[in-house]
């Protein structure tokens, strides 16, 4: 894998992982809207596998020579 290919994929997949952490800290805002509040309480479970799996992924492709 040429190193430069890489390097963005591995900044790309830093970015997102950090935007899930960012994400995981906030308050779920409580709107009157039941499926609005669920659908942020199933971000934040699914954000902590998710960050998980893509340091995995970050792992890996930077085995890759």
């Known amino acids: 894998m040429h190193s430069n290919l890489k390097s963005e994929i591995i900044q790309e997949i830093d970015h997102r992982i ?30 902590t596998p998710l960050i998980g799996e893509l340091e995995s992924l970050k792992s890996y492709i930077e085995k890759l020579s």
């Open 18 to 47: 950090e935007i899930l952490r960012e994400h995981q800290d906030e308050e779920i805002i409580i709107t009157g809207n039941q499926y609005e509040e669920l659908n942020q309480a199933l971000s934040k479970v699914i954000g």
